[in-house]
């Protein structure tokens, strides 16, 4: 493992908090990255949907891995949520996955705990006998788009949103 992560493990309802910056920093990442959208602009209410859904996911059946330090610092994370198929266009198993976060703090980004992180949520999906993933990457997030082709992934859909009023 790297020097930037001590371990790297599962985590619960009661660890959703530990990402609260990083998912912050994603958040205005994110922002940079396609300043032609609009996105949400406060970031607490950012996290706050977004923990919502991380809470009600992980009752149900997703899973949130963390990569921590010696001093349980949270270095990085992933979040995936387990979705039911058969899929009527791709062909997917009877459950599937969709990694719905990954986020690692932009100071130890491009040393390799996104991989490492990435290769945690395999072995976990391989575990549950899940052996299909997805994930949805902004536009012109060029970075994440080269790790994910790295790991295998294709593009396989385009999603595009029309924004009301004011938007």
């Known amino acids: ?6 371990w790297i493990e599962l985590g619960d309802t009661e660890r959703v908090d530990d990402v609260r910056e990083l998912w912050l920093e994603l958040h205005r990442h994110h922002r940079q990255v396609v300043a032609s959208l609009p996105l949400v602009d406060d970031d607490e ?3 706050q949907r977004r923990r919502t859904l991380y809470v009600e996911r992980l009752r149900q ?4 891995v963390l990569a921590c330090d010696a001093a349980s610092t949270t270095l990085g994370y992933a979040f995936v949520c387990i979705e039911q198929g058969p899929d ?4 997917v198993g009877d459950r599937y996955a969709e990694l ?9 980004r491009g040393r390799g705990l996104g991989t490492q992180l990435l290769e ?3 072995r976990e999906l391989a575990a549950r006998s899940i052996r299909e993933l997805k994930v949805a990457v902004m536009a012109d997030n060029s970075d994440a788009l080269r790790l994910y082709e790295r790991r295998g992934f294709r593009r396989a859909e385009i999603v595009l949103y029309r924004f009301g009023p004011g938007a």
Do not use: K, R
Request: aromatic share 18%; glycine share 4%.
């Open 1 to 6: 493992m790297t020097s930037a992560a001590a």
């Open 120 to 122: 945690f949520v395999d």
């Open 45 to 47: 209410l950012s996290w």
């Open 61 to 64: 059946d997703g899973f949130l």
């Open 100 to 108: 719905y976060s990954l986020s690692v703090s932009p100071h130890l």
């Open 88 to 91: 009527d266009t791709f062909p």
